[in-house]
């Protein structure tokens, strides 16, 4: 279980091309991108007030998806996952989450606070056959990569999210200053 700062991605339906590869694919409503991990503890309500009051003036701004990653690392990979490219405008959001939680006494237990890799776990890797790398060829062979490289995503929201195993609980919704 834990709590974290991140954007659902509502988009994205290639959970039937995932399941052709030898992984476990990420259920539909649960994709999304992690902004910080804060770890066991929820923020107060006072702190994710303050958190939407800030996200409030943050213009919405487009991501492009990257191509396809094996994370943590390509030697050990938990997860395939894909790059979410635009690191400026979501790293300037995560800054700002992240000083308003330093700010108000938040412990903050991501282990990845210092590297921001913005991405989206698509599926788990369960197993070491077949060998990690031959996914990612698997993958680009189906034509997974291609689907999604270059596809833009509106970001208009940031969540607090609590993660029980496999389900993803949206607590509190923030909304981002658009203009359509």
Do not use: W
């Amino acid at each position: 279980m834990g709590y974290f700062y991140g954007i659902f991605i509502k988009e994205l339906n290639i959970t039937p091309l995932i399941k052709t590869l030898p992984v476990i694919p990420v259920e539909r409503e649960n994709l999304h991108v992690t902004i910080t991990y804060i770890g066991e503890q929820r923020p107060s309500q006072e702190v994710d007030d303050k958190i939407g009051i800030s996200i409030g003036s943050i213009p919405c701004f487009r991501v492009r998806l990257g191509q396809l990653v094996l994370l943590p690392n390509t030697l050990r990979p938990r997860v395939l996952a894909v790059e979410v490219i635009n690191n400026e405008q979501l790293g300037r959001l995560r800054s700002t989450i992240m000083s308003i939680l330093r700010d108000s006494g938040v412990s903050i237990s991501d282990k990845y606070s210092g590297e921001f890799r913005p991405h989206i776990t698509i599926a788990y890797i369960r197993s070491k056959k077949p060998d990690p790398q031959s996914i990612l060829e698997m993958a680009h062979e189906i034509g997974i990569e291609k689907e999604l490289q270059g596809k833009p995503l509106l970001i208009s929201n940031v969540s607090l999210i609590l993660a029980k195993e496999n389900n993803y609980r949206e607590l509190s919704r923030h909304e981002l200053q658009c203009q359509f």
